[in-house]
């Protein structure tokens, strides 16, 4: 098996990345954002909207649990992706866990990269189906149809952390001081990518697969 892990800061596109390399690998994406805030707990509620790291604790009852409630479906893939860990120095030992449950004969990092500026520009056009979880983004990644999600038609909403701007600056700050050096101890093993993640999201996909020797022209041209 291999395991991608993506990273980077928010607004960074981790969630369609991953899509699209799940799409590519016939895999699930796992997100660690989104199982939190599928998470039924006020607390963890409550820490996402100040935009905040959940901690170690969290992630193992939530993220690591699900994960282990999947084991038997997730075992079946070859590849499987995860976004949205490590945030921080305790995480790298539920990482360490998620590794030994799975044995991966092959670990990329990516590191998605980019300006403080993009990720604010990008923060005001992110939208998400409230149904299926879908992302979309008014700039780069817009619905069909005006906010309305292409696979259900349910009408979109704006994610509730990311509604500040001053969040997004505290949250990219955290991620540039404490959390990108949390990565990069934990990737020190593994094969790490530095990505552009700057533009469209088909000229970041191709990076990422170029940086990975992977095939993409099935998914995009
Ligand atoms: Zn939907």
Redesign the pocket.
């Known amino acids: 098996m291999r395991i991608i892990f993506l990273v980077g800061p928010p607004l960074a596109g981790k969630d369609t990345q991953a899509g699209l390399l799940a799409k590519l690998f016939n895999t699930q994406a796992i997100s660690a954002g989104e199982i939190l805030r599928q998470a039924d707990d006020e607390e963890v509620k409550r820490i996402m909207k100040e935009g905040k790291v959940v901690g170690a604790e969290v992630l193992k009852r939530y993220v690591l649990g699900w994960i282990k409630d999947h084991l038997n479906i997730l075992r079946k893939h070859t590849t499987l992706i995860i976004t949205g860990m490590p945030r921080a120095k305790e995480d790298l030992e539920v990482l360490d866990e998620i590794v030994k449950l799975f044995k991966p004969s092959h670990v990329d990092i990516v590191v998605l990269d980019i300006s403080l500026d993009t990720a604010k520009k990008r923060l005001k056009g992110r939208y998400i189906?409230p149904?299926?979880g879908?992302v979309y983004n008014i700039y780069t990644a817009p619905p069909k149809n005006d906010l309305l999600?292409d696979?259900?038609k349910?009408p979109l909403v704006r994610r509730i952390d990311d509604e500040e701007e001053g969040i997004v600056e505290k949250r990219f700050n955290h991620y540039i001081t404490e959390e990108l050096p949390a990565v990069l101890e934990f990737a020190r093993p593994f094969h790490l990518v530095k990505i552009n993640g700057e533009g469209s999201i088909n000229e970041v996909f191709k990076r990422i697969c170029k940086a990975l020797f992977l095939e993409c022209d099935r998914i995009i041209r």
Do not use: G
């Open positions: 189906c149904k299926c879908r999600c696979d259900d349910t």
